[in-house]
């Protein structure tokens, strides 16, 4: 059972930390240092999944800097299918994944993103978000963020397994996420507690990775600095 206290309390923290004028990677942190002082047992089992995690080599199969991004067709938050190759026509673009709309840290890292976008909308770069989410939870991240580019829906984390990014979360962690009021199962549609591993690629127009960020630790994600850089270089 959701503890409504509890709840109130990550979400002020998460408004809190998301709006720090400082590096997305401190904005993480920040948000990461008020959870354990809220929880430390939760933070204790995310550990221990990260140790698991690492220690399987997960993520390590995803695609390299140099080689091809496999195609997907996704649809986006309005139900309309997109193609990777039609995001390629508009320029280089960032692939982000996310585990969710109610993913604290994600929707840190999608507001970070957001303003990058704004960044280099004029330079025919830019970003799409793909998380599991079904459609309406998909429309409400974006327009939680105010994110001017479109969230695509990896149903069942098909793609996600695909590139080797998809992992269970695990009964300890599942336990404690659902008294947290994190709830995947209910914007999947499905209890499978399958989670991508927060990853981005930077696709050049030919299809070719240019930079990727791949960690199985959530709590951090590739610094928006490096994703500019990289989408400013490729062709």
């Not at 991004?69 to 997109?82: I, S």
């Amino acid at each position: 059972m959701t503890d409504p206290k509890l709840s109130d309390r990550l979400e002020e923290s998460f408004v809190r930390c998301r709006d720090l004028e400082i590096p997305l990677a401190d904005r993480l942190q920040a948000f990461e240092n008020e959870l354990r002082s809220l929880g430390p047992h939760f933070q204790a089992a995310v550990d221990a999944l990260v140790s698991r995690l690492s220690a399987s080599d997960a993520g390590t199969t995803a695609p390299k800097v140099g080689e091809p991004m496999p195609a997907f067709l996704l649809p986006d938050e309005r139900g309309q299918l997109v193609r990777l190759e039609d995001l390629l026509s508009e320029g280089p673009v960032a692939l982000a994944f996310n585990r969710g709309h109610w993913c604290p840290y994600c929707r840190i890292n999608i507001d970070a993103l957001a303003r990058a976008q704004e960044e280099i909308a004029a330079e025919r770069r830019h970003i799409a978000a793909i998380v599991p989410d079904r459609q309406r939870f998909a429309m409400w991240l974006k327009s939680d963020a105010k994110a001017p580019f479109p969230v695509l829906t990896d149903m069942d984390n098909g793609y996600a397994m695909t590139l080797g990014l998809a992992i269970y979360v695990g009964d300890e962690l599942k336990r404690m996420m659902v008294s947290s009021g994190w709830d995947p199962s209910v914007s999947q549609g499905t209890d499978n507690w399958l989670l991508p591993i927060p990853a981005t690629f930077v696709v050049g127009t030919d299809g070719i990775v240019h930079a990727r960020f791949v960690d199985p630790d959530y709590r951090t994600r590739m610094a928006i600095e490096d994703m500019l850089v990289a989408l400013r270089s490729a062709n």
